[in-house]
């Protein structure tokens, strides 16, 4: 198992915003979780409390309480804490109506408003995890993968791994694995129990990635003993491990090369009370970049490198205005303080305009001298660090998407039993075509042999008179520029 590291670091955020600590049992509840969207394909879209505008969803978007899902002709993953896992099928909505914690137990509530949806849960003792369909709420009181069909006019569950315990007007059935319960609405019987359907495209789909993810995770739990779920399959699938002295066994991303650099492909966003909040344009960039640190090794390049500290935060940079005054940041070496110059500073300090911010352009970075003159900034309340927060905030309000719901033409149950749609016709949109091995087909760049593939344009990078550019890696994932060498997949533990 991963060695932790002896010096725990607390890494903040510019505002010093963190998930707080859970609710005492008995006390009003935290609704302070956050749950990551890691997988997209075709049209998702997404929205905050079914009151604002309907935005593009894109991987590695946090998702907390009270926001909504939709898919027209693509798919949808999100991924909580605990290792559960929600797969959306083509035209479906779903809310993520609660997100809570008590005493430490995570309680979540979903509701799948229409279309077709399936659920991974594997719950610690003191869990609860709950789905909403129609009339019927499903409580699976162990370890269990279900799958929902909500209709205009009625909803079916049908278990295929564990148990699961079915309320609906006032009756609690129990339904065991191969079952499928369905109701009309309206109905006043006791609906219909019966054998599962045989299983589609969708349930295929399912069933392979789920295969994927667990593999992904148990090998990336011999390098990394973490408490939580969400993002470790990524680092199996998009990068390998290295030894680096001092700290013990660190991630590196395939493909990437000498112009790359931590925290340049993706963007800023503001999701409530959270402070500027960092969307990786990269496929794994979910762990990386809201737990541990990085380091810079001259035998290696960029090193992700784990802490024993595993609390989320909004980006684990340390921001710096420079020169011009414009807000810069750093990625943070897992083992400093908030207080000083950032150790990392002079190797990669991206930056952009605040036009740039709100209107998500390509970051730069600047290297070496052209760093020379930059100042960490030590206070929330600094001017250029607040225009910062605002343009982030700009930035998550970008103009409207069609609204999922106004080409919603839902499709009616036929009479009995459940029917096996996918979501095809649900909204009058088709099943996309099954693709394998799709774990790694999520709207990115990736490479044939599935490492992320940086983008043809590399990253602009400012000093000591030179310019550079990311690499792609070769088809066997390994890691091009110099940095690492190798085409067969990324390193291995001794």
């Known amino acids: 198992m991963f060695r932790r590291i002896l010096t725990s670091v607390a890494l903040l955020s510019a505002f010093g915003l963190f998930v707080a600590a859970p609710a005492a049992r008995g006390a009003e509840l935290s609704h ?21 505008s309907w935005q593009k969803a894109v991987v590695n978007t946090p998702l907390r309480e009270g926001m909504e899902l939709a898919t027209r002709d693509g798919r949808a993953e999100v991924e909580f804490e605990n290792g559960a896992i929600a797969w959306m099928a083509s035209n479906t909505v779903m809310e993520l109506s609660q997100l809570a914690l008590d005493d430490g137990a995570k309680l979540s509530l979903l509701t799948v408003m229409q279309g077709t949806a399936t659920f991974y849960v594997n719950p610690d003792r003191d869990d609860s995890f709950a789905v ?4 019927l709420q499903i409580h699976p009181p162990g370890k269990a993968r279900f799958r929902v069909d909500v209709f205009d006019d009625g909803a079916s569950v049908s278990v295929m791994r564990g148990t699961a315990d079915v309320d609906s007007r006032d009756t609690t059935f129990h339904v065991n694995s191969k079952r499928t319960l369905a109701f009309h609405s309206g109905e006043v019987s006791d609906g219909l129990l019966e054998a599962n359907p045989h299983g589609d495209a969708w349930d295929r789909w399912v069933s392979d990635r789920d295969s994927a993810v667990e ?40 493909g990437v090369g000498l112009g790359w650099s931590p925290f340049y492909n ?28 990085w380091v810079f090794s001259p035998g290696y390049g960029w090193v992700w490198a784990p802490t024993n500290s595993f609390v989320w935060s909004p980006a684990t940079v340390a921001f710096v205005r420079t020169p011009t005054g ?53 206070e929330a309340g600094d001017a250029a660090l607040v225009r910062f927060s605002q343009q982030a905030t700009l930035a998550a ?14 499709q009616r149950m036929p009479a009995g039993g459940a029917p096996r749609n996918a979501g095809a016709g649900l909204l009058g949109g088709a099943v996309p075509r099954y693709q394998a091995p799709s ?4 709207g990115h760049g990736t490479t044939p042999g599935g490492g992320f593939s940086a983008p043809v344009t590399g990253p602009s990078v400012s000093g000591n008179s030179h310019t550079s550019s990311a690499t792609t890696s070769p088809a066997g994932g390994g890691h091009s520029g110099g940095a690492i060498s190798g085409g067969g997949g990324g390193h291995g533990k001794p």
Do not use: C, K
Not at 220 to 238: I, K, Q, R, V
């Open 215 to 254: 593999g992904a995770r148990a090998n990336t739990s011999n390098y990394l003993d973490s408490p939580f779920g969400y993002g470790l399959a990524d680092l199996s699938f998009y990068g390998g491990w290295v030894n680096l002295p001092g700290y013990g066994y660190g991630w590196q991303p395939y």
């Open 326 to 378: 414009t807000i810069g940041w750093v990625p943070r070496n897992p083992r400093e303080t908030t207080a000083g110059t950032p150790v990392n500073m002079s190797r990669a300090l991206v930056t952009n305009s605040a036009e740039g911010i709100a209107s998500r352009s390509a970051n730069s970075i600047l290297r070496g001298s052209a760093t020379a003159g930059s100042r960490p900034v030590s």
């Open 266 to 293: 993706g963007y800023w966003s503001n999701f409530g009370g959270f402070g500027p909040t960092w969307v990786s344009a990269e496929p794994w960039g979910w762990v990386p970049y809201h737990y541990g640190g």
């Open 397 to 410: 309000q970008s103009p409207a998407a069609a609204a999922p719901r106004s080409f919603v033409a839902a």
């Open 439 to 442: 774990i790694f087909h999520s």
């Open 32 to 52: 302070v979780r956050i749950v990551r969207l890691s997988y997209t394909a075709g049209d998702v879209q997404w929205r905050v409390d079914g009151g604002s």
């Open 132 to 135: 909403q369909a129609g009339q």
